[in-house]
C-alpha cells in the first residue's frame, strides 16, 4: 500500500470554500476507514472527520454543519474528499488523509504529507 496523497489546500479568505482530496490506494478488495485530521499552528494534530467503508460519517464539533466529507470507491483508486464550507481563521491547518486498509490480515495505517489550508480574515 502507497503512501496517500492529498490536494486542494490553498489560501482564502473567512467565509471561502476549499475541496481537499486524497487519492488513498488501490480498492484490491481491501477495506478502507478513510479520516481527514489537521494540525493547526502551535497545537497536536486533532481529528476532524472520518467515513467508515459503510458510508457512516463521523465530525468534530466545530466543523459540523459546514464540512462534508465523502468517499469514492472508484475502479482503480479509493478517493476521500473533504468539501470545506464558511471557513474560518481557526480552520487554518495542515490538514492530512489517514488510511486504514484492511485486506484480510488487518488494519493497517497510513498517513499523507498534508496539504496547507490557511484562511485570513
Known amino acids: 500500500q502507497g503512501q496517500p496523497v492529498e490536494s486542494g489546500g490553498g489560501s482564502v479568505q473567512t467565509g471561502g470554500s476549499l475541496r481537499l482530496s486524497c487519492a488513498a490506494g488501490?480498492?484490491?478488495?481491501?477495506?478502507?476507514?478513510l479520516s481527514w485530521y489537521r494540525q493547526r499552528p502551535g497545537k497536536e494534530r486533532e481529528f476532524v472527520s472520518a467515513i467508515a467503508s459503510d458510508g457512516s460519517t463521523s465530525y468534530t464539533d466545530s466543523v459540523k454543519g459546514r464540512f462534508t466529507i465523502s468517499r469514492d470507491n472508484a475502479k482503480n483508486t479509493v478517493f476521500l474528499f473533504l468539501q470545506m464550507n464558511s471557513l474560518k481563521p481557526e480552520d487554518t491547518a495542515m490538514y492530512y488523509c489517514?488510511?486504514?486498509?484492511?485486506?484480510?490480515?488487518?488494519?493497517?495505517?497510513?498517513w499523507g504529507q498534508g496539504t496547507q489550508v490557511t484562511v485570513s480574515s
Open positions: 489517514q488510511t486504514r486498509r484492511d485486506c484480510g490480515y488487518g488494519y493497517s495505517t497510513r
Open positions: 488501490s480498492p484490491n478488495n481491501c477495506r478502507y476507514e
